[in-house]
């Protein structure tokens, strides 16, 4: 069902009172520079055209009539607003779909520190200002509270600090609050994508952060409290694509857990490289087998790629006597399990004595997917809306998310002490009949 993400984004795409200006980009009179109210009222009018007459179901987990008022109250605001304004609360009105896959792409510069569950690249804007200035930083949400996960050069000693606050923000407020700027299936999936958002300056200043003459200041706790100003320094080329971890070649690796149980990662499923993930699949099998040990799979990472070829993991498990076993077989997921991967672990939990590990999944098991990209005409931005259903196999499947057999918090101390939660769950896991 629909979450409270919701009435944050109607209220923020509602509000059109005079916001200062953006933390990290040029400082703007409070109304578009960049494009004129006219264009981007054009894109907006494109954008909603396209969800509505592309989507199966658009207003599946919206009303119509929400979607509705939210549209037009950004068609009044658009005059008040700056570009980047608008373009947070165009994200925003696509996001009140709840379907992860439809979604419009804000171009950041720096890839590296930047997180995307998509599998192509996003065309640049038509104009280079459409960029968002942003930190050299990325952030990563654990059980107890925000971590720094990398961070240019100069700052590097505080890889594995807790973020306390950020342009005197709390953490985890900042959090909550850029959700209203993401589109995500569920809350999980929403909150990993606001987590990706909190380095690019303009949503900073949309959630209140202020930004001083050095850059936005980080309190962190890292052997002590201290703070750190970060500065908006000149990311990449922008004729550079962008890239992020799921667009790479997929690492399908089999390696042993510290607990001595078969490890098979699989951070990509893609139909280039089918052969080898059937290969890295059986390789797992037989070695989980020959050692007479428990077969673990770790989708944590998985955004998805082709459903098709979900099928060479399940015909490799179903076919192990020794594997497909309660207590023999357990998968790793969490909020990046998403699309292709989602109808993955919807197979096995079908097919298979499979046992969950981790946290919730991304993604509604019954799903929207397959999208495809419609290029804004004045802006340029990339919109991609989602063009197929795909059943989880189960009759009214309202279900949020996949939930974990066993559900496991991560510490962010432990993980960047190289500690794993789920792996150890799943090694101190005993049977005790069904």
Not at 150 to 169: H, P, Q, R, T
Not at 190 to 203: H, M
Not at 233 to 254: E, F, K, L, M, R
Request: net charge negative; charged share 20%; glycine share 10%.
């Amino acid at each position: 069902g629909t979450f409270m993400r919701n009435l944050i984004v109607a209220a923020a795409i509602a509000v059109t009172g005079a916001v200062g200006s953006s933390a990290g980009d040029s400082a703007h009179a409070v109304q578009p520079e960049i494009l004129t109210v006219e264009d981007w009222q054009a894109d907006l009018a494109q954008t909603v055209t396209a969800l509505r007459e592309t989507h199966p179901r658009p207003f599946y987990y919206v009303e119509a009539a929400a979607f509705d008022a939210a549209h037009y109250a950004l068609i009044d605001a658009i005059p008040q607003l700056t570009d980047h304004q608008i373009m947070l609360r165009m994200a925003g009105l696509v996001g009140l779909l709840e379907d992860g896959h439809t979604r419009l792409g804000l171009p950041r510069l720096a890839g590296q520190y930047t997180f995307s569950m998509a599998h192509s690249h996003d065309e640049p804007p038509n104009h280079h200002g459409l960029y968002f200035g942003q930190l050299p930083i990325r952030f990563a949400l654990f059980d107890d509270g925000l971590y720094i996960d990398d961070i240019a050069g100069e700052y590097g000693e505080y890889v594995g600090a807790k973020l306390i606050s950020i342009g005197g923000v709390d953490a985890l407020d900042a959090v909550e609050t850029s959700r209203a700027f993401t589109a995500a299936d569920n809350a999980g999936g929403s909150r990993l994508i606001a987590v990706d958002l909190l380095n690019a300056g303009a949503v900073l200043s949309e959630i209140g952060a202020v930004a001083e003459a050095c850059g936005i200041r980080l309190v962190l706790e890292h052997d002590g409290m201290m703070d750190v100003c970060v500065d908006f320094g000149q990311a990449s080329d922008p004729a550079q694509p962008t890239h992020s971890a799921t667009q790479n070649d997929p690492d399908y690796t089999v390696s042993q857990t510290p607990q001595g149980h078969v490890l098979l990662t699989l951070d990509m499923i893609t139909s280039h490289h089918d052969a080898r993930l059937r290969e890295a699949v059986q390789l797992a099998v037989e070695r989980a087998e020959e050692r007479d040990v428990p077969l673990v799979i770790d989708l944590r990472n998985n955004t998805g790629g082709n459903n098709a070829h979900g099928r060479a993991v399940v015909l490799s498990l179903v076919q192990s006597a020794d594997i497909n076993q309660w207590g023999r077989l357990f998968v790793l997921i969490g909020p990046r399990t998403f699309s292709a991967a989602q109808t993955l672990i919807n197979e096995l939990q079908l097919y298979t004595r499979v046992l969950f590990v981790g946290s919730p999944s991304g993604a509604h098991p019954d799903h929207f997917g397959d999208s495809t990209k419609i290029q804004l005409n004045h802006s340029g931005l990339t919109l991609r809306v989602s063009r197929l259903h795909w059943s989880s196999g189960v009759a009214d499947d309202s279900r949020d998310g996949t939930q974990p057999h066993l559900p496991v918090g991560q510490n962010g101390a432990d993980w960047y002490a190289g500690r794993d939660g789920a792996l150890q769950a799943a090694a101190d896991y005993r049977h005790e009949g069904i």
